[in-house]
């Protein structure tokens, strides 16, 4: 079955960086865009950014672009994000996903999250 | 990027029909047919529900129905159950790659 197993989040201070990754398995991931999507606490989902099938297409929200960097590797079924210049705004639990096509139009599948507390 | 508007929550009691409304704009809701819908249930990561306005995964409910007006989509739920009982999330592409959510519906079984 599809399994999306995050990993990376903790505790770090404002202006710091910190990179996460999303481990894969049970799909052909080189077929698939793939996305980040956070869930600050006590709040709705907000779309972070996505990957394209290749990886050589990258989208991102107005709120963390200059700021956080998508990636893939497909040799090793893994996705990242690496963020930069953390606001204590970027809290939240920060969910891998899959896409149902091979860009950009719904998710499919959702990992279990991990948290990032930006805070001093 | 401005969200898509949902109601903040709904309630209903167990064997209803409650419908949750979705408000976009011409540019992402009224412009494409990729508005998807997604169930989280307390402490766990979201579900797909409807992708393309109005398709199932399987595995979903046939319970679980939407459909698309302009600017505005919808899912219904019937004969409601005590385990539905989540938060209800629309989403939209909005162009250039971009994936527009709803602040969320609360729903309520009585």
């Known amino acids: 079955q599809v399994q999306l197993v995050e990993s990376g989040g903790g505790v770090v201070q404002p202006g710091r960086s910190l990179r996460l990754a999303c481990a894969v398995s049970?799909?052909?991931?080189?077929?698939?865009?793939m996305h980040w999507v956070r869930q600050a606490p006590g709040k709705g989902l907000e779309w972070v950014a996505v990957?394209?099938?290749?990886?050589?297409?990258?989208y991102y929200a107005d709120s963390v672009k200059g700021r956080f960097t998508i990636s893939r590797d497909n040799a090793k079924n893994t996705l990242f994000l690496q963020m930069d210049s953390l606001r204590a705004e970027d809290t939240a639990v920060y969910y891998c996903?899959?896409?149902?096509?091979?860009?950009?139009?719904?998710?499919?599948?959702w990992g279990q999250g991990t948290l990032v507390t930006v805070s001093s | 990027q401005s969200a898509l508007t949902q109601p903040a929550s709904v309630s209903g009691s167990p064997g209803q029909s409650i419908t949750f409304s979705c408000t976009g704009t011409?540019?992402?809701?009224?412009?494409?047919?990729?508005v998807s819908w997604y169930q989280q249930l307390p402490g766990k990561a979201p579900k797909l529900l409807i992708y393309?306005?109005?398709k199932r995964p399987s595995g979903v409910s046939d319970r679980f129905s939407a459909s698309k007006s302009g600017s505005t989509a919808s899912l219904t739920i019937s004969g409601l159950q005590a385990e539905d009982e989540a938060d209800y999330y629309c989403?939209?592409?909005?162009?250039?790659?971009?994936?527009?959510f709803g602040g969320g519906t609360r729903l309520t079984v009585l």
């Open positions: 996903a899959r896409d149902g096509q091979y860009s950009s139009s719904w998710i499919e599948d």
């Open positions: 049970g799909f052909t991931f080189k077929n698939y865009g």
């Open positions: 990957t394209w099938f290749n990886g050589k297409n990258n």
């Open positions: 011409s540019s992402d809701v009224g412009n494409y047919f990729l």
């Open positions: 393309e306005v109005n």
């Open positions: 989403c939209s592409y909005a162009g250039d790659n971009i994936l527009l």
